[in-house]
Nanobody, 115 residues
Framework: QVRLVESGGGMVQPGGSLRLSCAVS????????MGWYRQAPGKQRELVAR???????AYADSVKGRFTISRDNAKNTAYLQMNSLKPEDTATYYC?????????WGQGTQVTVSS
């Protein structure tokens, strides 16, 4: 069974930084694309960043230049480094792995950016 566990969320002031982690088990991690999504109250879940097995990356326009997605295949873990955080980045952040049979999701981690 594929399992994803996010960690690293919390509360931070505007301009601050957080690093989210997503530990994956139950699948061959290195072959699959990973994504970070977020969902704010009353809004649809949106893609924040994506990284392929070959480490090609893509970002939402709203986070380009501030967020960096990466992966450590030896640790079966994906990361989202978030810098220069803004109040509008406040959301629950979910990681996702793209599998041949569909997607698997983590339980989410809350990020709150507030002074």
């Amino acid at each position: 069974q594929v399992r994803l566990v996010e960690s690293g969320g919390g509360m931070v002031q505007p301009g601050g930084s957080l690093r989210l982690s997503c530990a994956v088990s139950g699948t061959i991690f290195s072959r699959n694309a990973m994504g970070w999504y977020r969902q704010a109250p009353g809004k649809q879940r949106e893609l924040v960043a994506r990284i392929t097995g070959g480490r090609s990356t893509a970002y939402a326009d709203s986070v380009k230049g501030r967020f960096t997605i990466s992966r450590d295949n030896a640790k079966n873990t994906a990361y989202l480094q978030m810098n220069s955080l803004k109040p509008e980045d406040t959301a629950t952040y979910y990681c996702n792995i793209e599998l041949p049979m569909g997607r698997a999701w983590g339980q989410g981690t809350q990020v709150t950016v507030s002074s």
